[in-house]
């Protein structure tokens, strides 16, 4: 059971405080009528579902009611901080080209 | 006194406070302090089950938790507890508590004829039987079913309360032995936030059975006193007792139930206090002292009444001043039962104690010989020997190294038998969360490494990382307390702390779980390993044989560890057993998994506060008194309670919504439709946010208008649908369905949040500030001009599909004339503190017009008279605008591609014999069809029969003197009689419980197509 | 026609016939602080424009320290989220407040709402206001020290909290009311529950 | 491994010591190629590799288990059996899997205690009752066993279950499949596992696919932790891990891996004679023949792979538990545990041919997967053995994500089960 760091409300918060978004930065298709059936598809439906670090979306729904991101390890649980969905950009961005 | 209880001034028990209670109907005498099992044997009561399987006599194992077999059902009726074990439960006066197995009778049980050919029932044994014929399991199952089970659950609703307490705490210390009170104390003494839990009734752990040890000079008994004493003193510290960690989850979250009645007479319990409560426990660091619980040999007839772990006979001669034999054998690997077999040789007991070592530890045995226990180095037990009790055990002398028979030796007779396997850690909380324990070879036993998880904040102390010396236990106690308060930066005013006691050195334990019997596995008598499960060390080797090879296989196959002990005292020796079966090394076999809970929690505890009336929430809207008023019936609409329909006369359902249907068409009717969400949207790109998010068009939308939009998820499909009205160019005010509120409320922050940060728009709920009154009818503008003076209401000034500022019954309001009936309506929107004000004036106005309240059925049927759906009732999440028939409300030419556009062009979903919405007409007019029936061709229904779609809602219309149904039905739309379809494509049959109705498809606008009633 | 009257979400529970005075007898002590003005405004606290004209209207600086609170003589400012707040005053205010905020953001990014049917508050007091409180929420409450504001989860329902006087006021929806209340009288059981005479200044106070 | 099972070998074994058994499987060694590998030996992964030696003749496969056989879903789900599923495409598959059910025991010579006591899916809402109405009339017209029941109905024959108007969500009905019921999970691994052995199946426990071998197209191969593997066809089973798997072969699945929590009760003298599930108040429960009540939980919402949830799922579980049955509220959870379920958009699992050839996945069953075990096997294996879908899982192909033609089963998927 977790514990979250609301960027925002600038606290460690209880689980039950948020719910869940799923997986963070999904980019919706700037023109989507251009693109394909599949690639359609791949945006709507698709995730990486990794085993390890997973860069996702939580919303502090008793508090602020904003979105964030965590980053976490799925399978161990290890939490390795939680931004401001701008600023997670920018370590998320930094990692991808990194890799 | 009771035969079996001494004099013993340090036992824990009130000798001057009596108790009396029965058990299966007999009386007996105890004291304050006894546990139901210490006061059972202080009468030499034996016998109190019979084993799972095949039915043997069984009594007391333990001391505690880790009891496998004495699980008795406490009091009866709405108190009555299944399963409680009698060594857990505390003495009141009046108990009365009865055995869970044994039919027809402890003395007779019907499984013990089945135990005479227990060979012919090893593990697995179901699995290869009752197969055939294919009838026979059905009727062998039910049997098979009353045979299992250890006590019966209630029948009567439970009378007792429960609730959940959070607390965030620096330290969570988990048991109140010495090595616990000394980190509490140690924690404590820093000025941390701490939280000591034990399960027992008072601290002291095994202190409390070894009241003669020694520790910094004193003894164990007043160096209790003393640091409890401290503990109480501290303010930052605070003591649970009779409080059971049962889990430790993620990032050190501790579930704890304390239990607050079940130790006190059902009569004295304080009404208004709850029965248990549920502490959830967030603490920066855990400290487990959890301990050890010292785990029996495993020899032939193990099992019988009257044969004990060592340790419980030493506790309940220490603690609870019981000698449950005269004449002990005590049998062990071990040095640990050395100072319980000299208390008992004090206590006037005959003791003889066999050692499986050949070469023991000289200190003891001095001391043994010198208290008169009569030791014997190097023997083992071969079996042992009773029937309802032990009588004996045949000894043999054992094999210097290997776990050999090296000679015969004598038989002893006893009336209690006691045996020590060295002590089993209690690891289970380290391991809930994913830690796993590590075999010890020197210390023969899985241990939680004293800081093998201080990165996640968990520490372990004494007895459970593996110190079995009471010394050693304390002095790393000592230790351990420094590095975890280093990490507050906090130094330890306990590390200079005298713990020095009198026990000898440690020799090491000989390494032995089953002893041998000079037989291969499986010929001589039956050599119990899990008590509860009837899992005998035979069976683990058939387990091997059969090829379930994976610990886990073996757990499965066997049931080993599976019993409401989860395998506290037969784990260990399950793994060494099977260790040895496949010739591999304990580590190699490795463990099973630990999962909460430690010892059961009820469900009670667990669901708190949540039950009842409190089970969940209930929504009220600010006009609810005036429907309860008017003894309205309510049906639950998502977390609403709503007005269902207003029998009045002892009408039913259909006579109400009849009458409320009528008086809408007719005249006047009126309901509270507060419960739909209402979102505030304010900024410059209000409007193309609108665009973005509903599937029509909102740039042409004038201030003082209002618009119904469809939403769709971006898979096409439409999820919620609302009316929005303009306010000012740049705000506008959105409803959404009552169910869907919240859902919608999070979807358009996500967007706007994640996607289109840029769009200069703000939202906010105001759901539960708008009280709505719904007035609709041809006599609704009469009944709102009298309350409505300051605008105009005529059609000309205030046309369909617009709002306005006003003040109705002296409330400032928003009016909106839109209407999900199709009838001439006003939707008066109030600050919800005038809404009982403003809905009791409307109904006072509307008197001489009849006006009549109604409910959410009439509502359904109404809208469905005019073909309006509603969204989760007509919609199920695969239905387009288009099959909804609402091309109308989707604009294809807005320039930002809205969520879900694209996926209407997916070959799928651009098929135009998809499931669309139409309305239904039966033959008979009389016929109201089922919702939920299912649309096919012809009457014929021999199945398979191929579906076409259903019926989703279905009335009869009072207006139309008819039957009426909505339905969706593939390529409906080109099935509709008006459209002159092909001829009998119109024709199809709904089927609903064995009968097809005939119906004609038609268009879902069942009145006034051209809209003209809503316009006048 | 009648007078218009007001309701608060708790009228149902007749809490006036219930009330008396504090003594030793009860170790919770619960009252409601029923229609006030609730003002739901949102910006942007990097924008001067918004927050001057706001500080200038509320007759104090707008609380940007998250889970903070700010107090003026006519009304109480509470930190909702970054670019959320939510005003607490007497009833009477709203009506002018939304004119004024209107007048003054018209050029400037902004959200003003009257929310003021859609919350109550309760008001906590007693020797296990605190402990009774550990019960209904998971909030770390050692962290909800006077002047700050946080929003958490009550039972199955959310609610925001502050530290006011030597209590606490709990600031809900109206429509959860029903059950926030049976909620915490069922969780107040064991400590001994009261229903407080309701104190004026205490109104005045909460709304500002 | 030809000793059968019956009454007189228990004897005779009985009067051995029991000392005559043989293993019920064989544990193999990887040997370097096979025509098909299936991955994880789960029931479904083990009733594939019977059903492909069985119908389909193909003699050289293995099944290869990173860790113990049977140990993942299928060792820790709630073993409800039914198929009273809503649209045609799942009605029929579960329906398949239902009949092989009912003759399973025997078939495999491995009683597998499969137990038609019923199932109740109960209506709490106006909404709920139309949507049962809607599955049952569905399923009836597929030759489907289920009818629909009014609260008195379920009352009678669920004495204990509180049907007053008083509670948060009063019962108004159900629907009712008698030839549903349970069965003993263990028993379904084990038994498929011994049936496989028989027929020459390699099962290789304890060796982990690590990677898979594409050339041009087609599968070649698997990496493991014990060597390298050579298959033309690849069959992966892999449930909550498929979409590890998937990305060996580059391929991103429509998959999330949540947690799915389960507990038990202490063992009871029989209380309840058959299943009980309840979407609105969120839970479900049975009684086992050991006497433990089986209760399942639902869904924890983050991704996860660790086999554990949250606690304040299970508190909502045992809180839903003891609406609906007042009187276990002094029964005592007795242990936990979470599994690993992947949950796909449509709540329908995904028997598929992919853009590798011979690499094929049979996942996304979530939490409903157990009840289809035999049936899944059975048409995965035709479709490896033919390449091509056996027409009652054509509809479940991968494409359906691109097409748009999803298949709908929240409502009668709803909680865990
Ligand atoms: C708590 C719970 C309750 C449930 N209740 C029900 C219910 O009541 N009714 C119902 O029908 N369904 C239920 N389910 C769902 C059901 O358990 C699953 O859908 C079903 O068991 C899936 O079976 P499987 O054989 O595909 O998966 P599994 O049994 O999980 O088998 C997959 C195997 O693949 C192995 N594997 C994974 N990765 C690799 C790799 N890289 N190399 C080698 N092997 C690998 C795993 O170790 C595992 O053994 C429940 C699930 C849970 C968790
Ligand atoms: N001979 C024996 O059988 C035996 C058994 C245990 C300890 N000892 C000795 O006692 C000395 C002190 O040992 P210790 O203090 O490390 O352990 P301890 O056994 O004295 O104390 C452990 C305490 O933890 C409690 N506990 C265990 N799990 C719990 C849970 N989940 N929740 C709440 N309480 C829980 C137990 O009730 C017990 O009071 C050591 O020398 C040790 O070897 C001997
Ligand atoms: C239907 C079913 C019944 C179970 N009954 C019991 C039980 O009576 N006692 C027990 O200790 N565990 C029981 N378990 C849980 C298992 O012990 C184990 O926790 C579960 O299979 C998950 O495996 P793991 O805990 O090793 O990860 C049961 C599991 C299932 C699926
Ligand atoms: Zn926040």
Redesign the interface.
Request: with cysteine; proline share 8%.
């Given at each position: 059971?977790?514990?979250l760091h609301c960027p925002?409300?600038?606290?460690k918060?209880?689980?039950?405080?948020f719910?869940?978004?799923?997986?963070a930065f999904i980019a919706?298709?700037l023109?989507?009528?251009t693109?394909d059936?599949?690639t359609?598809?791949?945006y709507?439906?698709?995730?990486?579902?990794?085993?390890g670090w997973?860069w996702?979306?939580w919303?502090h729904?008793?508090?602020?009611?904003?979105?964030f991101v965590v980053k976490?390890n799925?399978?161990?649980?290890a939490i390795d901080g939680s931004w401001t969905?701008a600023d997670a950009r920018k370590l998320y961005d930094a990692e991808s080209k990194a890799s | 006194m009771s035969s079996h209880r001494i004099q013993n001034p340090f036992a824990r028990i009130d000798t001057s406070r009596p108790l009396s209670f029965t058990f299966d109907g007999q009386s007996f005498g105890g004291f304050a302090g006894d546990t139901l099992a210490s006061a059972l044997l202080a009468h030499g009561h034996r016998m109190l089950a019979r084993s799972f399987k095949y039915g043997r006599p069984r009594g007391i194992v333990g001391a505690g938790a880790e009891e496998p077999n004495a699980l008795v059902q406490l009091e009866a009726g709405p108190l009555t507890i299944p399963n409680v074990k009698a060594t857990q439960v505390e003495l009141y006066d009046g108990l009365s508590a009865c055995r869970t197995t044994g039919w027809p009778s402890l003395a007779y049980d019907a499984k013990s004829i089945g135990g005479h050919f227990s060979r012919f029932m090893p593990a697995g044994f179901y699995y290869k039987t009752f197969k055939w014929p294919a009838a026979l399991w059905p009727r062998v199952e039910p049997i098979i079913r009353h045979a299992a089970g250890y006590g019966s659950a209630p029948v009567d609703p439970d009378p007792e309360q429960y609730d959940h307490q959070?607390h965030h705490a620096d330290v969570l210390v988990v048991g109140a032995g010495a090595s616990g009170l000394l980190a509490a104390l140690g924690a404590g003494r820093a000025g941390l936030h701490v939280i000591l839990v034990d399960e027992q009734n008072e601290p002291g752990g095994w202190l409390l059975s070894a009241p003669h040890a020694v520790i910094g000079g004193q003894t164990a008994s007043d160096w209790l006193k003393t640091t409890i004493g401290e503990l109480k003193s501290l303010p930052n510290v605070r003591i649970l007792a009779r409080t059971c960690a049962f889990a430790l989850?993620?990032?050190n979250?501790i579930q704890a139930v304390e239990q607050l009645h079940d130790h006190v007479a059902p009569s004295a319990r304080p009404a208004g206090e709850r029965r248990q409560r549920l502490h959830r426990i967030?603490a920066g660091r855990v400290v487990l002292a959890s301990g050890a619980i010292e785990r029996p040999l495993v020899y032939g007839n193990n099992d019988l009444p009257g044969i004990l772990t060592a340790a419980a006979l030493t506790t309940y001669l220490n603690r609870y001043a019981v000698a449950v034999g005269k004449r002990v054998l005590l049998l062990t690997s071990n040095d640990h039962v050395y100072q319980g077999a000299c208390d008992l040789a004090k206590a006037g007991c005959s003791v003889v104690l066999a050692d499986t070592r050949s070469t023991i530890n000289p200190a003891w045995e001095k001391r043994a010989r010198a208290a008169g226990v009569d030791v014997m180095a190097g023997y083992g037990i071969a079996e042992a020997h009773g029937g309802r009790a032990v009588k004996g055990a045949h000894l043999v002398r054992l094999h210097p190294e290997r776990i050999a028979v090296a000679g015969n030796g004598p038989f002893i007779d006893c009336d209690a038998l006691g045996s020590s396997g060295g002590l089993s850690p209690t690891v289970h909380l380290y391991c809930h969360?994913?830690g796993r324990p590590v075999w010890d070879e020197k210390r023969l036993a899985f241990v939680a490494p004293a800081t093998g998880r201080a990165k996640a904040g968990i520490y372990v102390v004494g007895a459970a990382s593996g110190e079995f010396g009471l010394q050693n236990a304390l002095a790393q106690t000592c230790l351990t307390t420094a590095e975890l308060l280093a990490t507050f930066d906090k130094a330890s005013a306990i590390a200079t702390l005298n713990v020095r006691t009198d026990e000898p050195d440690l020799q090491p334990a000989r390494r032995i779980f089953r002893l041998p019997d000079g037989k291969p596995e499986g010929h001589g008598k039956k050599a119990f390993v899990d008590y509860q499960n009837d899992v005998a060390a035979s069976d683990i080797h058939l387990a091997v044989r059969e090829n379930y090879r994976s610990i886990e296989h073996i757990k499965r196959y066997t049931a080993l560890g599976f019993g409401t002990d989860q395998g506290k005292l037969s784990n260990v020796n399950g793994f060494a057993i099977a260790a040895d079966a496949l010739g591999k090394s304990i580590p190699e076999v490795g463990t099973t998994t630990y999962r909460p809970a430690y010892s059961p929690v009820t469900f009670g505890t667990l669901a708190g506060a949540h039950a009842a009336d409190t089970f969940e929430p209930r929504r009220y809207t600010a006009m609810h008194s005036c429907h309860v008023a008017r003894q309205a019936e309510f049906e639950p609409v998502g977390q609403w309670l709503r007005p269902w329909y207003f029998p009045t006369g002892g009408e039913d359902l259909h006579a109400a919504v009849r009458r409320e249907c009528l008086a809408a068409r007719r005249s006047v009717a009126m309901m509270d439709a507060s419960t739909l969400g209402k979102i505030d949207i304010r900024g410059r790109d209000v409007r193309e946010f609108l665009n973005r998010v509903y599937a029509n068009a909102w740039t042409q939308l004038a201030p003082g208008k209002c618009r119904y939009g469809l939403m769709l998820d971006?898979?096409g499909m439409v999820f919620d649908d609302g009316v929005t009205a303009c306010i000012a160019d740049d705000h506008f005010l959105m409803t959404t369905t009552t169910g869907g509120a919240a859902r919608v409320l999070?979807w358009l922050?996500?967007w706007h949040?994640?996607?289109w940060?840029e769009l200069d728009v703000y939202m906010t709920s105001v759901t539960d500030h708008w009280a709505t009154a719904a007035v609709v009818g041809p006599k609704s503008r009469q009944v709102l001009a009298k309350l409505c003076t300051d605008i105009d209401l005529s059609p000309a000034a205030f046309k369909f599909m617009d709002w306005r500022e006003a003040t109705v019954a002296g409330v400032a309001a928003r009016v909106f004339r839109i209407s999900f009936s199709g009838e001439l309506a006003f939707e008066v929107n109030v600050d919800a503190s005038y809404g009982h004000h403003v809905w009791e004036a409307l109904m006072a106005a509307g008197r001489e017009f009849g006006i009549t309240p109604y409910g959410t059925e009439t509502m359904h049927v109404l809208r469905a008279e005019k073909g309006f759906i509603i969204a989760g009732q007509d919609t199920d999440g695969s239905m387009t605008p288009f099959d909804l028939d609402m091309a109308w409300a989707v604009s294809m030419k807005k320039p930002f591609?809205f969520i879900g556009?694209?996926?209407f062009?997916?070959?799928d979903t651009a098929k135009s014999d998809r499931k669309q919405l139409v309305g239904l007409l039966t033959d008979d007019p009389q016929v109201i069809l089922t919702e939920g029936a299912q649309m096919i061709e012809t009457s014929n229904t021999a199945p398979p029969v191929p579906m076409f779609g259903h019926v989703t809602s279905s009335y009869f219309s009072p207006e139309l003197g008819r039957s009426i149904a909505l339905a969706v039905v593939r390529d409906g739309i080109h099935r509709r009689s008006e459209d002159g379809v092909k001829a009998g494509r119109d024709i199809m049959y709904a089927w609903a419980g064995g009968k097809a109705h005939k119906v004609r498809i038609v268009s879902a606008v069942f009145i006034d197509p051209q809209g003209a009633r809503q316009n006048v | 026609m009648s007078e218009p009257v007001m309701q608060s979400p708790l009228h149902p529970f007749d809490l006036a016939a219930k009330a008396r005075p504090l003594d030793a007898s009860c170790g919770v002590w619960v009252s409601e602080l029923p229609l006030l003005g609730y003002v739901s405004l949102r910006g942007q606290s990097s924008d001067q424009a918004f927050t001057e004209a706001v500080a200038r209207i509320a007759g104090v600086a707008l609380p940007t320290a998250?889970?903070t609170f700010a107090i003026s003589g006519l009304a109480k400012i509470l930190w909702?989220?970054?670019d959320?707040w939510l005003i607490v005053c007497p009833r009477a205010r709203p009506k002018g407040l939304l004119g004024e905020f209107s007048q003054a953001l018209k050029s400037v990014k902004h959200q003003v709402a009257d929310n003021s049917g859609g919350y109550t508050q309760i008001y906590l007091q007693g020797k296990n206001a605190r402990d009774l409180l550990s019960h209904t929420s998971?909030?770390d409450l050692e962290?909800l020290t006077p002047g700050r504001i946080?929003?958490?989860?009550f039972g199955k329902s959310?609610l925001y909290m502050h530290r006011h006087r030597d209590g606490y006021c709990l600031l809900l929806r109206r429509s959860f009311a029903d059950y926030i209340w049976r909620y915490l009288v069922r969780a107040a059981e064991p400590y001994g529950f009261g229903v407080a005479q309701i104190d004026a200044a205490l109104i005045a106070g909460a709304a500002a | 491994m030809k000793k059968e099972y019956s009454f007189w070998s228990l004897f005779k074994q009985g009067l051995q010591h029991n000392e005559g058994w043989d293993p019920a499987w064989r544990s193999a060694e990887p040997k370097p190629s096979y025509d098909v590998v299936i991955v994880g030996a789960g029931g479904h992964g083990l009733a594939t590799a019977y059903y492909l030696a069985k119908e389909h003749g193909v003699r050289n496969i293995a099944v290869i288990e990173k860790g113990y056989l049977g140990g993942g879903n299928t060792a820790r789900n709630t073993t409800i059996v039914r198929s009273n599923y809503l649209w045609d495409e799942s009605a029929l598959l579960y329906e398949h899997a239902l009949k092989l059910w009912e003759g399973l025991t025997a078939d495999l010579n491995f009683n597998i205690m499969f137990s038609q006591r019923g199932v109740f899916n109960l209506g709490h809402t106006l909404q709920d009752m139309r949507d049962i109405e809607r599955r049952v009339n569905a399923n009836n017209l597929n030759g489907i066993d289920a009818l629909v029941l009014d609260a008195a109905e379920v009352k009678r024959r669920i004495p204990l279950i509180d049907a007053s108007k008083g509670t948060r969500y009063p019962i108004l009905g159900a629907s009712f499949q008698p030839r549903a019921g349970v069965a003993r999970h263990d028993a379904v691994a084990w038994g498929f596992a011994r049936g496989a052995s028989k027929y020459g199946v390699d099962i290789i426990e304890n060796c982990e696919v690590t990677g898979l071998d594409i050339a041009a197209g087609r599968i070649k191969g698997l990496q493991t932790s014990r060597g390298y593997v050579a298959a033309s066809r690849v069959g992966c089973v892999a449930a909550g891990?498929s979409?590890?798997i998937a990305?060996m072969a580059g391929i991103?699945?429509?998959?999330?891996?949540h947690p799915l929590q389960a507990f038990v009760s202490e063992s009871l003298k029989p209380v309840l004679d058959t299943v009980v599930m309840s979407n609105a108040v969120h839970g479900y429960i049975s009684q086992s023949d050991k006497g433990e009540l089986v209760i399942g939980a639902g869904i924890d919402?983050?991704?996860?792979?660790?086999q554990r949830g949250?606690?304040?799922v299970i508190e909502h579980t045992a809180a839903a538990i003891i609406e609906l049955f007042p009187m276990f509220s002094r029964v005592r959870m007795n242990r936990q545990w979470g599994g690993i379920v992947d949950t796909t958009?449509d709540a329908c699992p995904i028997i598929s041919k992919t853009k590798v050839k011979g690499l094929y996945f049979n996942c996304g069953w979530g939490t409903g997967g157990f009840k289809a075990t035999p049936g899944s096997g059975n048409v995965f294996a035709h479709t490896i053995a033919r390449d091509e879908p056996h027409p009652l899982n054509r509809a479940f192909a991968l494409d359906r994500?691109?097409?748009?033609h999803l298949i709908d089963e929240h409502g009668a998927a709803g909680v865990a089960h």
């Open positions: 059971m977790f514990v925002h409300c600038g606290e918060r209880e689980e039950e405080e719910g869940y978004g799923g997986e919706r298709p023109a989507p009528e693109i059936d599949v359609w598809g791949e709507l439906f698709m995730r990486k579902n990794p085993k997973h996702e979306m919303s729904n008793t508090g602020c009611r904003k979105f976490r799925t399978a161990t649980h969905l | 959070h989850h993620d990032m979250m967030r969360d994913g971006e898979n999070t922050e996500k949040q994640t996607e940060p591609s556009k694209r996926s062009a997916r070959s | 998250p889970c909702i989220s970054p959320e998971v909030y962290a946080v929003g958490t989860t959310s | 891990h979409s590890v990305k991103r699945m429509p998959i999330e891996s919402h983050y991704n996860s792979y660790s949250s606690p304040h958009p994500f691109h097409t748009g």
